[in-house]
């Protein structure tokens, strides 16, 4: 079978003395030093009985030890990371739902993953970091007493699957997608590709390490261009300036509403991008709104390149081509990895133009969800993969989507798009953050609502915001209700959830 495109085929493209795992204020660690860790780690899992098809469920705070343990662990078994913000029945449920072999904490971690595992009589291994040691480098302690494997010397193969994540699960049960070695080695590879990475960029990893973005765009696709990549303890606003200083990276990649919260800091952060080595700032995992694009390139000086991933594609589908080629606001850009069509609901392909659901194929896409034929009869049809998002190809290919079909507004018959209702609220001088979302309604079924927060010193009436849209837009496309919020319900990745966000505001009673 295939190795070649596998985590420890991708780690060896970098030079043995170039850093690959980097930290704020810590020396960074070596890409021979990695490559020595994973054998070290894959080592210990095989003397401790853990198989290639064995989950271990990863319970580690962001930072470089998340980045490494999430590579060795990987090279050995199958991970499972978990945020680790999860509380007891949260832990309980997916630690079930996993079948997970054993749990992978840091020493010393206070966290109810433990007892949990211990009902279940899971071994709970621990991650030991090395004092004074570079970022990333830990030990492995094991409190099962080790057993034998007969196979410790077996290496992945493409085909293994290495990570498996569940879906949001905004709606129903999370879905459990099983991503192979070959699914994220591709998708590492789109990204490097795509962005011209190479052994002299440097990325700021903001986005959490239990998510597929920051696993493999800020990970996997610098490694495996022989870059690094540099891991916070996770998105700060107030300090990711000061990182910035000191990491000097020449890309970073974030949700919009990181981007927009970095927006507002910049301005009294001159002095950091005075000097910067930025090459470009990427966005994904939501629709990035325009003026948000333009805000960040004035205050950054470089293209802001919006991306389209999701978790079944272990992450980018589409993107936006760096300068010279056209990138454009609204739009997620070209493919750039599988291929990417537009399908109605009868699974006829469509021609450019014609507004339908977004599919894909490609070496990148998860082959189905685990244990769930029903789950998987819907998402593939003739080999490709429903998407859930709507959205239409033009004919030089560019991709703009007008949202997730479970998200649409369905107005007594009426279908709203809340990413077009979002725009246009941001044209408002006042407003800084805007989401339109679906408000209960007796008669229509559903009808328009918007949360929105206003910049800095700003103010504006409820009125005055339906009137400004009603100048713009269709009556049935109006906000009913406007919320004024001083910060957007967000989820722990960062994203807003429109789904259940009437009732999480109080607004269905």
């Not at 991933?309 to 589908?317: I, L, R, Y």
């Not at 949202?403 to 941001?426: A, F, H, M, W, Y």
Request: proline share 8%.
């Amino acid at each position: 079978m295939e190795r070649t495109n596998t985590l420890e085929a991708l780690l060896a493209r970098g030079r043995a003395e170039d850093v690959a795992i980097g930290a704020p204020g810590r020396p960074g660690l070596t890409y021979g030093a990695l490559r020595e860790l994973v054998a070290q780690v894959h080592a210990s899992l095989r003397a401790w009985g853990f198989q290639r098809e064995d989950r271990i469920a990863l319970v580690l705070p962001n930072g470089p030890e998340m980045a490494t343990a999430f590579l060795a662990v990987a090279s050995a078994t199958t991970t499972a990371p978990l945020n680790p913000a999860y509380r007891a029945d949260e832990f309980t449920f997916y630690l079930d739902d996993l079948q997970a072999r054993a749990i992978l904490i840091l020493e010393g971690m206070e966290s109810p993953a433990r007892a949990v595992a211990r009902e279940r009589n899971l071994p709970v291994l621990e991650l030991v970091p090395t004092p004074q040691g570079p970022a990333g480098h830990f030990t492995l302690k094991c409190e099962a007493p080790p057993q034998p494997s007969s196979s410790l010397e077996e290496q992945a193969h493409e085909a293994d699957v290495a990570l498996v994540l569940h879906t949001s699960g905004t709606t129903a049960r999370p879905k459990l997608v099983p991503l192979t070695h070959g699914n994220l080695t591709a998708s590492a590879r789109h990204i490097g590709a795509l962005l011209g990475l190479g052994p002299g960029d440097a990325c700021l990893n903001i986005m959490p390490l239990f998510h597929i973005h920051g696993l493999v765009a800020a990970v996997l696709a610098s490694l495996g261009a022989g870059g690094q990549t540099v891991c916070t303890p996770g998105f700060n606003a107030l300090r990711f300036f000061s990182w910035f200083e000191e990491a000097r990276p020449t890309w970073y990649t974030a949700v919009p509403t990181m981007h927009q919260a970095l927006v507002e800091r910049a301005r009294r952060n001159v002095e950091s991008l005075q000097s910067h080595r930025l090459r470009f700032i990427r966005s994904s995992s939501a629709s990035l709104p325009p003026q948000v694009m333009e805000e960040l390139e004035r205050a950054f000086g470089v293209p802001v390149i919006e991306s389209y991933g999701m978790t079944e594609a272990a992450h980018q589908m589409a993107s936006n081509p760096l300068p010279p080629r056209s990138r454009y606001a609204g739009s997620v850009g070209l493919a750039a990895g599988p291929d990417v069509a537009i399908m109605d609901d009868a699974g006829t392909l469509l021609p450019p133009g014609v507004l339908g659901e977004v599919v894909i194929r490609g070496p990148n896409v998860t082959a189905g969800y685990v244990n769930n034929p029903e789950a998987n009869a819907r998402a593939f049809t003739h080999g490709w993969f429903r998407t859930g998002d709507q959205g239409t190809l033009d004919a030089d290919g560019y991709l703009r989507l007008t949202g997730r079909l479970k998200e649409l507004i369905n107005r007594g018959g009426e279908k709203v798009s809340p990413l077009e209702v979002d725009t246009v609220l941001l044209d408002h001088p006042a407003v800084g953050q805007a989401v339109t979302f679906a408000l209960p309604h007796p008669k229509l079924g559903e009808d328009v609502a918007c949360a929105v927060v206003l910049r800095e010193g700003q103010g504006v009436t409820e009125r005055e915001l339906r009137d400004f849209v009603a100048s713009r837009m269709a009556d049935f496309k109006v906000p009913r209700r406007i919320v004024f919020l001083t910060e957007l319900p967000k989820g722990p990745t960062g994203k807003v959830q429109r789904i259940g966000l009437a009732e999480r505001l109080g607004l269905t009673s």
